[in-house]
């Protein structure tokens, strides 16, 4: 199965940006990352926009322990778009007539890409997979995005032989390495195989513990100078599946590890400990919500699951635990198990040859038999030239009496950055309606009264603070998005520099806007005058809407938005994120700032409890 939708293309100015750089880790083993100062795609992973890199590992030819000959392995390959400067490097590294084993840890359309160039420059290649992802291969190997009509494209390569690794297996390589081959498969990555090197301890852990940083040193300086990244890009892509990373961790946290290298961003040399513990408390964090969310797609060429990882965002970023499964890959009892324990069932699909794929439409079966009518649902997808899936979706559920969370969401190839935004907004909104209706039956069953009535909870809603309308925006043209909210957890934090805090609840639209790095106005509103911002910006907003339709507005030297009816306003630039509960607690220094209305008097918020705002 492929989801028949293809990526754009990295432009020439994306591509020329690209380099590959040479590592020594260990006599013997080389490792070739590849650096991009620019953000590849829209995909949410990518959203901080601090660049990636790609780390692939090349241990030498040689002769092993008993002597016998071992060619050169090459262990976690690049996706294509990263294949000029790949090539390059690994042909003065290794020789054309070579042959060649190709660890692939990670499969889709994009690595595939770069395999059949290695293979075209390498005839004795040989690739070693997982049991899923010798599939994936397989079955990506023969299609590629169409040409133009009447030109030709030149004949693939034959794909090469596959060892498919079942279990872990160990293997001797030359200069007295040891490599073992674990799969490691998720919901989002089934043919995920890490490998560990026993000489040097080095852990290739692929996709776990990645962060998207470009950088040129190895290893990271401190556990704190890539912390936010690597929490980042676990919110994006391992929260919706915290179960089976948490089996994961455990199983590597056996391995008697010094290193952890991912295919993305600095090694972990010092703190890769805390790090694995930072995982588990991370995924405790979803396992101890008692709302659910089903995420059930299939998508091998990854647009679909895009749209997947950005609901999913959006939905656990309000405290709702998402609970993803592929379905192509997912036994049935497992899909069965969440359809039923769930609170709203989201179901994805993509559209090939005018159908859903054989394993979503077994799934909407299962859905159609075991779902409960008083849930939730949604459907979503992505499509290149039709979206029949999606209304088959669609059409059945309404058929079946299911109520539907949100419109379809329909997808033209992938999904650009504002679209991104709506689909996470749209996630959130799901979310806080299932909190809603949590909270109504605790009311009714008296579950608030103690919070409400508690003394210091009560006091607590005496500290007040300025009545502020934060605003934010990146991004020029129609890559641009923007943000804003009632912020009233507003103080002045430090003289020098200048400095401010403001705390933000996270499941706020605006949040992802709100990283270290990110500017943000905030405009203090006058008393007596802030009645018209309240209404604008406490409105409840459709997933995607212009927050600033309609209004006049004045801008920062750094482009952010200011209210002209403002007391004051200060443009301000993250230095520092805190995670506080429910909320995220910043510390950002001011830049620039203006009095507007010299003579009125802030605003300020007073409240009756200290249990909301």
């Not at 007539?97 to 005839?123: C, M, Y």
């Not at 674990?182 to 090197?197: D, M, N």
């Not at 709100?514 to 008393?527: D, I, K, R, S, Y």
Request: charged letters at 20%; aromatic letters at 6%; a negative charge.
């Amino acid at each position: 199965m492929a989801d028949t939708s293809f990526k754009a293309p990295a432009s020439p100015a994306e591509s020329s940006d690209r380099r590959v750089i040479v590592l020594p880790v260990d006599d013997g083993l080389l490792c070739l990352r590849g650096l991009s100062p620019k953000r590849l795609r829209f995909e949410v992973e990518y959203g901080l926009e601090r660049g990636t890199s790609a780390n692939s590992f090349l241990f030498s030819a040689g002769t092993n322990p008993a002597g016998q000959p071992v060619p050169p392995v090459l262990v976690h390959p690049p996706g294509e778009s990263f294949a000029a400067p790949f090539l390059e490097q690994l042909a003065e590294l290794v020789g054309p007539g070579e042959a060649l084993k190709v660890v692939v840890g990670h499969t889709n359309p994009n690595r595939v890409g770069l395999l059949r160039q290695l293979a075209q420059r390498w005839p004795e290649l040989m690739l070693v997979a997982s049991n899923a992802g010798a599939r994936l291969v397989e079955e990506l190997w023969g299609q590629r995005k169409p040409s133009p009509e009447g030109e030709a494209q030149e004949p693939l390569p034959p794909l090469p032989p596959i060892d498919v690794v079942k279990q872990e297996v160990s293997r001797d390589l030359a200069a007295g390495h040891r490599l073992s081959l674990i799969p490691v498969p998720t919901p989002r990555w089934p043919g995920a195989l890490v490998a560990f090197e026993a000489k040097t301890g080095l852990l290739m852990s692929g996709k776990f513990f990645a962060a998207h940083l470009c950088t040129e040193t190895f290893a990271e300086a401190n556990s704190s100078s890539s912390e936010e990244d690597r929490r980042y890009f676990y919110d994006c892509l391992m929260a919706p599946m915290a179960r089976q990373v948490e089996s994961v961790v455990d199983r590597l946290e056996a391995l008697p590890i010094r290193t952890i290298a991912p295919g993305h961003g600095p090694a972990i040399e010092q703190s890769w400990r805390s790090l694995l513990a930072d995982y588990r408390r991370w995924g405790a964090s979803q396992e101890k919500a008692k709302l659910a969310v089903a995420l059930l797609y299939a998508s091998a060429y990854g647009n679909t699951a895009t749209i997947a990882d950005a609901l999913a965002q959006g939905v656990s970023r309000s405290g709702v635990r998402v609970e993803s499964i592929n379905c192509e890959f997912a036994p049935t009892e497992q899909l069965l198990a969440a359809i039923r324990g769930c609170d709203a069932v989201l179901i994805g699909s993509p559209t090939l040859g005018g159908h859903a794929p054989t394993p979503i439409v077994s799934a909407l079966g299962s859905l159609l038999a075991e779902g409960d009518r008083d849930k939730p649902v949604g459907v979503f997808g992505s499509f290149g030239w039709s979206g029949e899936a999606i209304d088959l979706l669609e059409s059945k559920l309404r058929d079946g009496g299911f109520r539907f969370a949100f419109e379809p969401i329909r997808v033209k190839f992938s999904p650009d950055g504002p679209t991104l935004k709506r689909l996470e907004e749209t996630g959130t909104a799901l979310a806080r309606e299932l909190l809603k209706g949590q909270r109504k039956q605790q009311l009714r069953s008296g579950g608030l009264g103690e919070s409400l009535s508690n003394p210091a909870v009560l006091a607590l809603g005496r500290v007040v603070g300025p009545l502020c309308v934060l605003t934010a925006a990146k991004g020029e043209g129609a890559d641009r998005i923007s943000g804003a909210m009632v912020a009233s957890w507003v103080s002045q934090a430090s003289f020098s520099p200048p400095g401010l805090t403001v705390a933000v609840a996270k499941d706020r639209a605006v949040e992802e806007l709100m990283h270290v790095g990110g500017v943000f106005a905030l405009n203090v509103l006058a008393e007596g005058r802030s009645s018209g911002p309240m209404k604008q910006f406490l409105q409840p907003f459709p997933p995607g809407a212009d927050r600033f339709a309609g209004l006049e507005l004045e801008e920062t030297p750094g482009g952010q938005p200011v209210l002209p009816e403002a007391v004051a306003w200060l443009e301000a630039r993250i230095t520092q994120r805190m995670e506080c509960g429910d909320h995220w607690l910043v510390y950002a220094q001011v830049d620039h700032g203006g009095l507007l209305d010299a003579g009125a008097t802030p605003a300020v918020h007073q409240r009756r409890s200290g249990a909301f705002y």
